[in-house]
Structures are given as structure tokens and as C-alpha cells.
């Protein structure tokens, strides 16, 4: 078996895994990146919005500050975040966007003079000034109080990721691609690194490292529907949970985005109700003046999302192959709008769909969209319960996103985060040394090994991965989608549960030989349905609606009671995750209060006398 | 009316020592909206599931999933087969490493383009955290995204006739990649410098300019111009480096 030696493993290579990866590197240490796929392949390539930073610079950003973000940020977790990881982040975006410009991100800049916006439907003007030419301008994003969003053109994650991939390469940084990560190597108290299967070849190797990083993305591939690469299936969360110590936070806080399209779930943007897009069922009706009479369509996304899914299920969804979906109706927004300022969307269309947006109604549903839970981090990305396991980016559980992320801070994190844990990692690596025990890393590398053995030749049964994993998704949608309640949760984490009994009975049908995809299915569902649980479970102890969980039997956010964030682990042979909770925030720079959208009644910490 | 589509797909496990290139045929009755990417994964999930294939995004972005479809290199996943006839063959992309059936190993070869072509801004301004962004016109900034937008596909490269005769030819994608830093006020590197990566058979005096990376490049960048100014800047350059009075 290869064994490979580094000073820091980062298990992931998008922003977050690369931006530690060349702190370290930059401070003269040995740094891998491991990847399912070539770098620049990681899902931060798909992100096309932007990411937020106050740097004030463009006309509608003027008087913005790290402050009003901090503000934005915080009403955006519904109070669910950690205040003093919040503020990090919000002070320190700036840096890493000026930092970025300096590697070469192209990001468009501010051009002085007048031009026009639309808001509403409606056009208005804005001047920009001339003393802040060629600054990095910005664009709005939903939940935010100014132009925040930094952006280059409709590609802001590729060229971000292709900057930070340059910067890596300059750096001496080895990728590692086309292999994945099986689970980690520790000792119940240190992290060592990890058994990595090699997707060319299907064979085992060790990685022994001083530090591990996890930056393994969102989880989405958990959803049948979702808008997250193929690859996000949770690789790294899986092999944190399997340590039986380190606990995952907020695992019920999915975000379900209100257009994905159908089949594919490829997102078409929020901008597309932004400029008067409307929401049709099958009888073409547009509903959602019926539910929401003032906002309609141009509610938050939670609320969006929940109406449409309380729609289809009174049976008014269009049917389809790939099941229910509703019409998004941009027609009427002529080809010169569609052409200019929904350029995307106008290629989705036509590319994934051909069909003409312009003449033709587009086939939507709500889909999963982002992972607030993860790995759970101290302030400085330190995971819980392990020395020498760190965590960044969607994989971590950091936690300024609460139980709702602000759209364009997701991205921006990545590089931020990777900033701060980047430096934590170097300070680290500078003061800890550690040993490696051979007997103990045997042990991990065999017990993989004699997975993949027992699967090729059904030594545990002979059940199909690919019905296994639907009924995972089954159990899901139907439990621990965009509307939860008492019963179908219960419901659900039983389903998942027999799941998971079934995940120990598959066999596989091919011959498991080389890069063998129906092997890798196997390897990783098991910990999907570990995953699953964690999301199903927690949703289900939850008893509240905050951010995008929201339960039907509890539609008040209790802060009295779940002023708290969920922290899953994995006892080995446990059948459910154990369930602990710790304060969401130790500082209060805002108490908690009113988002200003969505509604809701409130149930106060501390109720007056 | 519904159609059966016929698909012939490339199979080859090279880790597998039974294995031998061969093509394997499968039926599948057409949807609304298919994709490869959907043709495919049902082809996996119910008929054989060791078919080897790559996706990432399936949105068109991240140039994982290009393979050779009736003959043409192109991305997978936005190909719909209402657009194709109901014979489908599918073929790896020649040129890259196989890893198997229609899985290609790009990844070495692009990092290994990336290191060539120094592909990353040449200053030695150091970063100054508590200073404003160095300005820069918004034009500028564009015209360098529109270069920045090649996905790493490797289908222009795939293309190419003299790729498949020089396997060290930075093809279409790394001339394009040097344009864009050509192109960058941030990069301070020299002609000079910039012809001593390009300025040979393996760069851009290797290309025969017959535009068969433009054709099916699926993010449609403007290659030919790129290489045009490339041939046109390095000529100079090669000139100069001829006169030694002018070398700096
Ligand atoms: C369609 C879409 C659009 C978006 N747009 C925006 C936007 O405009 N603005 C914004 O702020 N956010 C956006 N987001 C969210 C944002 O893109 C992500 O949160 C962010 O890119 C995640 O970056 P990351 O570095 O944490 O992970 P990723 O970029 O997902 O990288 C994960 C890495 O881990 C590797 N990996 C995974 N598992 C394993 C394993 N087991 N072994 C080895 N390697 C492994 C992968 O190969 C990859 O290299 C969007 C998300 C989606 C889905
Ligand atoms: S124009 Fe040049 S790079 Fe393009 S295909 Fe022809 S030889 Fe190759
Ligand atoms: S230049 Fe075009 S064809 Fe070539 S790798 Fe880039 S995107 Fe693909
Ligand atoms: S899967 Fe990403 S481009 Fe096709």
C-alpha cells in the first residue's frame, strides 16, 4: 500500500481546502489537497453570484461597513450563529477580497457615471462616483442592507477558484485528484490522517499528516433533488461522524432554494422573481397571491420554497417523469431583458431545457441548495473532539451561518475562513509534533480493505446500492424536506433506520475491479444514511421553526427553549446519533429580535414579567 | 412519439486484466428533457452499474464530463439527445489518459499545463492587508474574464492535430491560458519571458491554425484570435531575440 507523508492533509481542494492549503504552503510547509475531482472541478466553480464584503465602493454600497454586514448576517442565521465567528468573518471579508484582486481575480470594478437597475420589476438610476473608479464594485443579493455582493461577470466562484488554484500551484501545493477520502486515521484523541481510495486505480493508500484539514463541501447529494454537484455527498462529514467523537452541528439546517430546474435541478436565479417572474401550477393560475397577497413571489426563499411544496401537495403540480414540478412564468419579461440581464438563465433554458424562455414556461421545483451543518469548529476552525483536526468552508459547521445563510456569504467564507484557519493551522503545525502508530494505522487501512472485499463478493447480501439509496431519498423528501412535523419525522427516522440496516446487506452486482463507481457508491452510502439521520433526528428532537428549519406543529422560533445548536455524534454500532446541545452564541453583540421577513411569532428568552 | 435510443458506448477497464476495448450497446426509451447526464446514470442504474463516467456539476461549468459524442467532442451533460439521432456512440476524449470506459484522467495534464505555462500573476508586489485594491478599468477586468472563462474541458485539445502528434503541445487551452496573463496589467513578466514558454514547436509555432479548438470549445472562447496574437506578439519576439543590441 502507498503511503504518502505531509505536514498538512487537506481533505478537499475548493476554496476552502486550497486557501489553508497556501497559508501553510506560504509559511514553508509540506501541504496535499486530496480531491474526487481536478481542483478547478470543485463545486465553488458553479457558484455565479458573488460573495459579500463591505468595501462600500459602488453607489447602493455607499456607508456600508463590516457593522451593517455583521447586522445582516446575524438577522440572516435568525439569531442562530455565533456572534464573535460572525464578526471575524465580516471584518476580515474586505482583506480577502483585496487579497484575491492582488492574485488575480478579475473582479469588475466600479465605472463613474450614470446607469440604471431594476428593482421590482421597476427601472431606477444611480450615479457612481468618479473618485472610485476601478475600485471592486458590487451587486445586490437577497438579505442584505447594501450592494455588497463582489462579483466577476456570472463566473465569481470559477474565476475565485481559478486564482486560488494558481496561487496554489506557485505555491508548490500537490493535488491529489481523482481519490477519496475513506476515513480518518486517529487514536480517539490525536487526528493522523486518513485511508484514501484512488479512483484511477481503486486502490488503498495511507496519508499520515501533523494536521488534517476537512473541506469537503456541502452534503446535498443526501437530497435526490439538489443543486450541488454530483460529488457532494458528505465524504468528509461521513469520516468525522465514523470517529464516534467528533460531532456535527446543526445537521437540520438545510437550505431549499425555490427554483431549481426540472429534471437536472440546476438553479436558475432568484433575480428571475427579482425582475417579475411569477409562479404558475398546472392549471397555469399563478398561486402565490393566494398564500402571500403582499410579497408573493418575492418572499424570502424559505417561504417561497414551503407554499410551492404546500401547492403541489394539494395536487395542483405539474406531473412529469421526474415528478411534480410548477411553471416559472418569465415570458412576459421580453427577449432584450432576457438577453441583458438574464443572460444565464437564457442559456440554462436553452441548453438543459431547449426551450426559449422567452416563449415557453420553465419547469421548476424547490431543491436542496446548502448545508449551514457540519463539522463542528471552534473560532478557530479547531474541530470538536480531536487534536489536529481542523475544518473549513461548507464541510465545517464554523458557524455564521446559523440556521439560514445570506446568499454571497457562503462563498466569501470559504476564502475567509481559509484565511483565519489557515493561520491557525501554521501556529499549529509550529508547535505540535506527533508519532504514528504502525499497528494502528494497519488496522484502519484493513478494515477498509475488508469493506471493499465483503462488498465484491457479497459476503453480506445482495442488496442493489442504487434501491438502497432511493429509499434513502424516499425517506428524506418525504420526512425532513422543506416542511417537517411531528410524525413524518418519526416516520422518517425509522425509514432511515431500516435504510441503514439494509446499507450493511449490499452486494455489488459489478466486479468492483479498478475505479469501480458502483464500489464507491457502496463504500460511501452507509455514512449518507448516517448523515441522513443526523438531519432526520435532530429536525425531529427540533421542536421549533428558526431559519430554514421549519416545522409545521411548532411554527414559532422559541428561543426561550432553542436558543441552542444541535451537535450529532456517532457512537460505533449506534443506531441514531447522540443528540447534545451547546449555547448558539457566548456573545450577544445583538439579542435577538425580529428578521424583518418571513413572519412568525417569537417566543422570547426571557419572557417579561 | 417516444423514441428507444440505441447507445454504443466505449467500455475498457484497464485495471482489469480480462478486460479488452470493446463497445457495449444499450436501449432506452427517451424523456422529456434527457440529457446525457440523465441517459447515462439511468444506463448505470439499471442496466450495468461498473459503466465508468465522469460528472461533477452537470450544469455546463466545470468541463468534467466531455467525451466524443457520434464523433464530436463536447460536454455531456447539456447535450440533450432530442439533438441527436437514435444511434448514440459514445467515446472517450482520445489524447488524455484512460482511466476507463468513458473516464479520462485531465487533471495531470491540465496541472502540468498550469506549471508550464507559469500560470499565475508574476509580481513581486507583496500584499498589503491594511491598503485600498489596486485600481483597475473595468473593460480591462472583462476582457481578461472572457479568457479566464476555458473550463479545462480538454475538448479543443482532443481536437487537435498536432496535439495527437506532439503530446507536449500546450494546445489551444495553454496558449489561451498565457494570452490571459498576456493580457493582465498585474503580470509583470516580459515578452522575453512569455516567448520562452511559447516561442517553439511545443507552443505556438506548433499550431497549424485550423481551428478545430474554436469549433468545439463548449464555452465558445475566442481561441483563434488568441492564438493569432500570440503568433503575432512571439514572432516579434523572436525577431528581437535575433538582434542582440535589442535584448534586454
Ligand atoms: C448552484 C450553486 C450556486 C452557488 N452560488 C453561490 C453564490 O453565488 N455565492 C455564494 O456565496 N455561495 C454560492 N453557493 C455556495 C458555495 O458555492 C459553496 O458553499 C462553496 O463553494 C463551498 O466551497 P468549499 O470549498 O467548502 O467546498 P467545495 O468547493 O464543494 O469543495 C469540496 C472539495 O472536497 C473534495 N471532496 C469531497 N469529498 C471528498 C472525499 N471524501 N475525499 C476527498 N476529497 C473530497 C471535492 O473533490 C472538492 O475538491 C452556491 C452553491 C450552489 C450549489
Ligand atoms: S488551431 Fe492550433 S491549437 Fe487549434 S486545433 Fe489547430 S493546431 Fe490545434
Ligand atoms: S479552451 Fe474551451 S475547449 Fe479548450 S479546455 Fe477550455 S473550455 Fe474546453
Ligand atoms: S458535468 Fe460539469 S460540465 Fe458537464
Known amino acids: 500500500m502507498q503511503t504518502f507523508q505531509t505536514d498538512l492533509l487537506c481533505i478537499g481542494a475548493g476554496l476552502a481546502g486550497e486557501r489553508v492549503a497556501i497559508e501553510a504552503a506560504a509559511a514553508g510547509f509540506d501541504v496535499t489537497c486530496l480531491s474526487l475531482v481536478p481542483a478547478r472541478r470543485s463545486h465553488s466553480s458553479a457558484a455565479q453570484g458573488g460573495m459579500q464584503a463591505a468595501l462600500g465602493n459602488c453607489a447602493m454600497g455607499e456607508g456600508d461597513s463590516p457593522d451593517v454586514h455583521f447586522e445582516d448576517t446575524v438577522k440572516g442565521s435568525d439569531w442562530g450563529c455565533d456572534q464573535e465567528v460572525a464578526r471575524l468573518f465580516c471584518d476580515n471579508a474586505p482583506i480577502a477580497m483585496r487579497q484575491l484582486a492582488a492574485w488575480g481575480v478579475p473582479w469588475n470594478r466600479v465605472v463613474p457615471g450614470k446607469s440604471t437597475y431594476f428593482k421590482g420589476g421597476k427601472l431606477f438610476e444611480k450615479e457612481e462616483k468618479q473618485e472610485k473608479e476601478g475600485l471592486i464594485t458590487a451587486r445586490a443579493f437577497g438579505g442584505t442592507a447594501k450592494w455588497r455582493t463582489c462579483y466577476t461577470s456570472d463566473g465569481t466562484g470559477h474565476t475565485v477558484l481559478y486564482t486560488m488554484d494558481n496561487r496554489a500551484v506557485q505555491l508548490g501545493v500537490v493535488v491529489h485528484d481523482k481519490v477519496e477520502a475513506l476515513s480518518l486515521i486517529h487514536d480517539g484523541e490525536n487526528c493522523l490522517g486518513a485511508v484514501v481510495r484512488c479512483l484511477k486505480t481503486g486502490e488503498l493508500r495511507v496519508y499520515l499528516a501533523r494536521v488534517t484539514l476537512i473541506a469537503t463541501g456541502g452534503f446535498g ?21 465514523d470517529t464516534g467523537v467528533v460531532p456535527l452541528g446543526n445537521m437540520e439546517a438545510v437550505q431549499f432554494h425555490p427554483t431549481g430546474i426540472v429534471p437536472t435541478d440546476i438553479l436558475v436565479t432568484e433575480g428571475c422573481r427579482g425582475d417579475g417572474g411569477t409562479l404558475l401550477d398546472k392549471n397555469e393560475h399563478r398561486f402565490m397571491p393566494d398564500y402571500e397577497p403582499d410579497k408573493s413571489e418575492l418572499a424570502s426563499r424559505d417561504v417561497v420554497s414551503r407554499w410551492m411544496t404546500h401547492h403541489m401537495r394539494q395536487g395542483l403540480g405539474v406531473p412529469s417523469p421526474y415528478g411534480d414540478h410548477l411553471w416559472l412564468d418569465i415570458r412576459h419579461l421580453g427577449c432584450q431583458h432576457l438577453a441583458t440581464k438574464l443572460r444565464e438563465v437564457d442559456e440554462i433554458c436553452k441548453n438543459f431545457l431547449g426551450i426559449d ?10 431543491t436542496q441548495h446548502y448545508s449551514m451543518g457540519g463539522v463542528r469548529t471552534d473560532k478557530d476552525g479547531l474541530a470538536y473532539g480531536l487534536k489536529g483536526l481542523f475544518s473549513a468552508g461548507e464541510a465545517a459547521c464554523w458557524d455564521m451561518h446559523g440556521f439560514n445563510r445570506l446568499g454571497g456569504n457562503s462563498l466569501a467564507e470559504t476564502v475567509v475562513a481559509g484565511m483565519i484557519v489557515g493561520a491557525k493551522v501554521v501556529d499549529y503545525l509550529r508547535d505540535h509534533q506527533v508519532s504514528y502508530p504502525t499497528g494502528l494505522i494497519r488496522d484502519f487501512a484493513a478494515n477498509q480493505q475488508d469493506r471493499i472485499k465483503r462488498l465484491i463478493s457479497k459476503a453480506d447480501g445482495k442488496e442493489n446500492v442504487f434501491t438502497v439509496r432511493n ?24 425509514t432511515l433506520q431500516e435504510v441503514h440496516e439494509r446499507t450493511n ?16 457508491l457502496a463504500l460511501r452510502l452507509p455514512g449518507m444514511v448516517r448523515l441522513a439521520l443526523c438531519v432526520a433526528q435532530g429536525a425531529l428532537q427540533r421542536t421549533e421553526s428558526r431559519g430554514s428549519h421549519a416545522r409545521e406543529d411548532y411554527p414559532e422560533r422559541n428561543d426561550r427553549d432553542w436558543l441552542v445548536r444541535t451537535l450529532a455524534t456517532w457512537q460505533p454500532g449506534a443506531p441514531l446519533p447522540t443528540l447534545n446541545y451547546e449555547p448558539v452564541s457566548q456573545v450577544w453583540s445583538i439579542p435577538p429580535g425580529e428578521r424583518g421577513y418571513g413572519g412568525g411569532k417569537i417566543i422570547p428568552a426571557d419572557p417579561k414579567e | 412519439m417516444a423514441r428507444n435510443l440505441t447507445f454504443s458506448i466505449f467500455r475498457y477497464n ?60 463536447g460536454l455531456a451533460c447539456h447535450t440533450k439527445t432530442k439533438d441527436l439521432p437514435d444511434a448514440i456512440t459514445l467515446m472517450p476524449l482520445p489524447f488524455f489518459t484512460l482511466v476507463g470506459d468513458l473516464s479520462v484522467d485531465t487533471g495531470t495534464w491540465f496541472r502540468n499545463m498550469a506549471q508550464r505555462v507559469r500560470s499565475w500573476v508574476h509580481t513581486d508586489k507583496e500584499f498589503d492587508p491594511k491598503a485600498l485594491e489596486e485600481r483597475m478599468d473595468n473593460a480591462v477586468a472583462e476582457e481578461i474574464y472572457e479568457l479566464e472563462r476555458c473550463i479545462e474541458c480538454g475538448c479543443c485539445v482532443a481536437a487537435c492535430g498536432t496535439a495527437i502528434m506532439r503530446p507536449d503541445f500546450l494546445g489551444a487551452a495553454g496558449l489561451n491560458r498565457l494570452a490571459r496573463f498576456v493580457l493582465d496589467p498585474r503580470d509583470k513578466r516580459t515578452e522575453q519571458d512569455y516567448f520562452d514558454i511559447v516561442g517553439n514547436d511545443q507552443g505556438i509555432f506548433g499550431c497549424m491554425g485550423l481551428l478545430a479548438c474554436e469549433d468545439v470549445c463548449p464555452k465558445h ?7 493569432g496574437m500570440l503568433r503575432w506578439k512571439m514572432g516579434w519576439a523572436g525577431i528581437m531575440n535575433l538582434l542582440p543590441w535589442k535584448r534586454k
Not at chain 1, 221 to 241: F, K, P, Q, W
Not at chain 1, 476 to 493: P, Q, S, Y
Open chain 1, 221 to 241: 447529494r443526501i437530497y435526490r433533488e439538489s443543486t450541488n454537484a454530483v460529488i457532494n455527498d458528505g465524504g468528509g462529514l461521513i469520516i468525522a461522524l
Open chain 1, 357 to 366: 424562455p422567452s416563449k415557453n414556461l420553465i419547469p421548476v421545483r424547490p
Open chain 2, 221 to 227: 472562447l475566442p481561441l483563434q484570435d488568441q492564438l
Open chain 1, 505 to 520: 446487506k449490499i452486494g455489488l452486482r459489478s466486479n468492483g475491479r479498478g475505479a469501480n463507481p458502483e464500489l464507491a
Open chain 2, 14 to 73: 484497464p485495471q482489469d486484466p480480462v478486460s479488452v476495448p470493446h463497445t457495449d450497446t444499450f436501449v432506452l426509451d427517451e424523456t422529456n428533457h434527457m440529457t446525457l447526464f440523465i441517459a447515462l446514470n439511468r444506463i448505470r442504474e439499471e442496466q450495468d452499474p461498473g459503466l465508468q463516467f465522469d460528472f461533477c456539476c452537470r450544469a455546463g461549468i466545470c468541463g468534467a464530463c466531455a467525451m466524443v459524442v457520434n464523433g464530436r467532442p
Open chain 1, 471 to 494: 429509499a434513502m431519498y424516499d425517506a428524506l423528501m418525504h420526512g425532513a424536506g422543506i416542511f417537517r412535523n411531528g410524525k413524518d419525522l418519526e416516520a422518517c427516522v425509522q
